[in-house]
């Protein structure tokens, strides 16, 4: 059975930092793209950031682009996401995904088939 679990989020004050972690079980995932994407109240699930089956290759939303970064341990089937500088916008749900299928859209939540159950981020004005 595949399961994508995360961990790590929290409630944190504006400008501090947190950092997610998703653990992978069930299959390899080094050959997949894996992405983190957030969920607020009201609002639609939004791409995140992402990263290549090598590591060497990130993609990031512009709200958190030189604030976020995500990286992964093939060997330990895990990804991560350093979250620096938050805002209260930051505040969400945050999801670990992996899309092992169209690599190529790796913002569209629609080409993930894998996802983690969603780890809570808030961060106080």
């Known amino acids: 059975q595949v399961q994508l679990v995360e961990s790590g989020g929290g409630l944190v004050q504006t400008g501090g930092s947190l950092g997610l972690s998703c653990t992978a079980s069930?299959?390899?995932?080094?050959?997949?793209?894996m992405g983190w994407f957030r969920q607020a109240p009201g609002r639609d699930r939004e791409f995140v950031a992402a990263?290549?089956?090598?590591?060497?290759?990130?993609y990031y939303a512009d709200s958190v682009k030189g604030r976020f970064t995500i990286s992964r341990d093939n060997a330990k089937n895990t990804v991560y996401l350093q979250m620096n500088s938050l805002k209260p916008e930051d505040t969400a749900v945050y999801y670990c995904?992996?899309?092992?299928?169209?690599?190529?859209?790796?913002?569209?939540?629609?080409?993930?088939?894998?996802w983690g159950q969603g780890t809570q981020v808030t961060v106080s004005s």
């Open positions: 995904a992996a899309n092992c299928f169209d690599s190529r859209r790796y913002g569209e939540s629609t080409t993930y088939g894998y």
């Open positions: 069930g299959r390899t995932f080094s050959s997949c793209v």
């Open positions: 990263i290549r089956w090598s590591g060497a290759i990130t």
